[in-house]
């Protein structure tokens, strides 16, 4: 399992591309969205993206760590699905309890849609 736990963040460059082209939004609030696409590996990983206007490093350190945490504790890594979270600035304060609700409700909603009805995310 420390194999899983070790990547479950690494991605190359050609991976971003990748899965920006091919994932599909979620879940979202007014500061925040998931996307999730299909994972090449058998585990998922999580991918969070703080622009440099969303906050301080610390805010964005804080939400990144927490994010990783709930991926990992959560078990959504099992889904073999890669997420990626995209804060923006009103979604960088966003609390602990929130996060998981918003990440539980991206991973639930994979049983209940098709991901033919949501079209890919456009930046």
Do not use: W
Request: aromatic residues 10%; positive net charge.
């Amino acid at each position: 399992m420390s194999h899983v736990t070790k990547n479950i963040s690494s991605f190359t460059q050609q991976d971003i591309t990748h899965l920006l082209k091919n994932a599909h939004v979620k879940a979202r609030t007014p500061g925040l969205r998931v996307l999730l696409a299909t994972s090449p590996y058998s585990y998922g990983r999580i991918l969070v993206i703080t622009p440099r206007h969303s906050g301080n490093a610390v805010k964005r350190n804080k939400i990144r760590r927490r994010l990783k945490a709930l991926f990992y504790q959560n078990n959504f890594y099992k889904h073999s699905y890669d997420c990626v979270v995209i804060v923006k600035k009103e979604g960088i304060l966003t609390s602990f309890e929130d996060l998981r609700k918003l990440l539980t409700k991206a991973f639930f909603s994979l049983d209940s849609l098709n991901s033919s009805e949501i079209p890919p995310y456009q930046s």
